[in-house]
């Protein structure tokens, strides 16, 4: 039995219990007991990456777990956004106190941008707060006021914008400001393809890259056109890797279609949506003349573990990352 902060206590296995082994770690704790013949793995990151590279059987068992578990994860679509910004308006004297202005004229654009806010005044505030960033960007004020910002530009329908101020916010250094942030990015219905800009996508290696195009080149496809590989709201299971050319992500919010990101070649993007088997929150487009190929996600996995499995466990700390991310972690 595992105990988590928030949800109920999962009970992994059952039967006849023995040689039990206190186990507790950041966000879990209780009591691991072996039935039968059982065996445990302990060591830290490197050396668990080692003994499943080397045991592919037992990365693909790791895969299937992490999916089970993305699968019971709830996420936090259905927040109350004015409750949100209600909680973000009462934090803004406290913000001051901690992140006290350095220069003349810091705080009275800060306190005039947050009242803008408080009035409903959205398109007023976005142009306080984006003069307010523009002049005093190096002040320690600055991240309490990008996040004014960024709900200023969420309210005026501006998600492109709204979503570089969000990425700039989690870079942060500031831990309760990068979990408001975090949690905007829900207002934005951006979750997976919100991950991937964060993080730049699992990480391959490019010897990877290369064996990839060399393996797929004879099954892909070229764009004519701007072609749509994923839409906004359609599920699907596969994977993409992008050979040559650009992959644009396009948002629709409230009949207004904006460019978040690009990303170029080589690439690949869908490992997220593939294993949680979610709904696109994007629609992604291929550039024109681009040219790119689609694999099915148990196509993927079977090759990534046979063929590269130190690949595969990038892939598996790209996923246990996402995990946390949508717990809040």
């Excluded at 109920?8 to 039935?35: K, Q």
């Excluded at 951006?190 to 730049?200: C, D, G, N, S, V």
Aim: aromatic share 12%; hydrophobic share 40%; with cysteine.
């Amino acid at each position: 039995m595992l105990r988590s902060e928030g949800v109920n206590d999962r009970i992994y296995m059952a039967g006849e219990l023995a040689d039990p082994i206190t186990i507790s770690g950041c966000s879990h704790s209780g009591d691991l007991f072996t039935i039968g013949y059982s065996s445990v793995l302990v060591g830290n990151k490197e050396e668990l990456g080692e003994y499943l590279v080397a045991k592919p059987e037992r990365l693909k068992r790791v895969f299937d777990s992490v999916r089970q578990e993305i699968f019971s994860c709830e996420s936090c679509s259905d927040m109350d956004f004015e409750d949100f910004m209600k909680g973000l308006i009462e934090a803004k004297q406290r913000w001051l106190d901690e992140f006290p202005p350095l220069l003349f004229g810091e705080k009275s654009l800060y306190r005039k941008g947050v009242k803008l806010i408080e009035r409903g005044e959205f398109a007023e505030a976005e142009e306080v707060l984006k003069f307010y960033l523009s002049h005093y960007e190096n002040s320690p004020l600055t991240l309490p006021a990008m996040i004014f910002y960024a709900v200023s530009c969420i309210c005026n329908r501006k998600v492109e914008i709204s979503l570089k101020a969000i990425v700039q916010i989690m870079g942060g250094s500031s831990s309760e400001l990068s979990n408001l942030a975090r949690k905007m990015v829900c207002y934005l219905e951006l979750f997976e393809t919100a991950y991937r800009l964060i993080t730049k996508g699992p990480g391959y290696s490019k010897d990877f890259f290369n064996h990839f195009t060399d393996l797929l080149l004879d099954r892909s496809s070229r764009a004519r056109g701007d072609t749509v590989i994923f839409e906004e709201g359609n599920k699907s299971n596969n994977v993409v890797f992008l050979l040559e050319g650009s992959l644009k992500f396009l948002k629709t919010n409230r009949s207004r279609t904006s460019l978040l990101f690009t990303i170029d070649a080589p690439n690949s993007v869908g490992e997220i949506h593939a294993f949680t088997g979610g709904s696109w929150d994007t629609t992604v487009v291929a550039s024109d003349n681009s040219r790119f190929a689609v694999l099915s996600d148990e196509e993927f996995l079977d090759i990534l573990i046979d063929k590269f499995p130190q690949e595969g466990f990038r892939l598996l700390e790209y996923l246990l990352g996402y995990f946390r991310a949508i717990r809040g972690f």
